[in-house]
């Protein structure tokens, strides 16, 4: 298996533009985290689905954020619009079932907001 | 108060020396607790995991857990230069998913 698969690995983009992260799981695995990475405030997890049905989206910072999970094997995160302040490492992870722990990460896509 | 704190170091430590890395949390409820290494510029990868009270040994790892002083700790042996990376403590605290500490960045001297 590759892995969790994670596109695009860099984005650049200017203020206000709309930025959309994709992320394919490892085959079998029924949960998918979103997390964002800063220096300032670590690994914070962003939404939580398990069987594609959204649990946890509390850390969604504002409503300009969105993330689907049309199917088993995609998932997107969508930023609209965006801002400097989103500029982060975004991180998709997968794992079987809801509790074990055993968090397989992607690459990460590097958001660069101007 | 943050969930999961960590020092974030850098801790530093001679080549051979133990290297100690310490996680408080603050949930009473958690029940599953987790070590992931991150290099620079990578992603974090799982070394341990530990469920229940006392120490679990894997390799030159062990991760010790204190449910009554909400304390996890991983102890590195031998420590090497391939060590060096930031170590991040996680919690399973009831969200069902994991809340991370901000991470310890440990640095092994040859």
């Known amino acids: 298996d590759a892995g969790v698969i994670q596109s695009p690995r860099h984005e650049v983009t200017e203020m206000g533009q709309e930025v959309t992260l994709r992320c394919k799981p490892i085959s079998g695995h029924n949960s998918l985290f979103w997390y964002r990475q800063t220096m300032m405030r670590g690994l914070e997890l962003l939404i939580y689905?398990?069987?594609?049905?959204?649990?946890?989206d509390s850390g969604m910072p504002e409503d300009r954020f969105s993330a689907k999970m049309p199917n088993a094997s995609f998932s997107t995160l969508k930023i609209q619009p965006s801002e400097p302040r989103d500029s982060a490492v975004y991180f998709c992870?997968?794992?079987?079932?809801?509790?074990?722990?055993?968090?397989?990460f992607g690459s990460g896509t590097q958001l660069s907001v101007l | 108060q943050k969930e999961v704190e960590q020092n974030s170091g850098p801790l530093s430590v001679p080549e051979g020396a133990i290297a100690s890395l310490n996680c408080t949390y603050s949930?009473?409820?958690?029940?599953?607790f987790f070590w992931y290494r991150q290099y620079s510029g990578k992603s974090p990868e799982l070394i341990m995991s530990?469920?229940?009270?006392g120490d679990k040994e894997d390799g030159r790892f062990t991760a010790q857990l204190n449910k009554a002083s909400q304390y996890v700790s991983l102890l590195i042996r031998d420590s090497q230069p391939s060590d060096s990376a930031t170590y991040l403590c996680a919690v399973n605290t009831g969200r069902r998913a994991l809340t991370f500490g901000s991470g310890t960045r440990l640095q092994v001297q040859p």
């Open positions: 689905f398990n069987n594609n049905v959204p649990i946890d």
């Open positions: 949930d009473r409820g958690s029940q599953s």
């Open positions: 992870a997968s794992m079987v079932g809801q509790g074990s722990g055993q968090l397989f």
């Open positions: 530990i469920y229940s009270n």
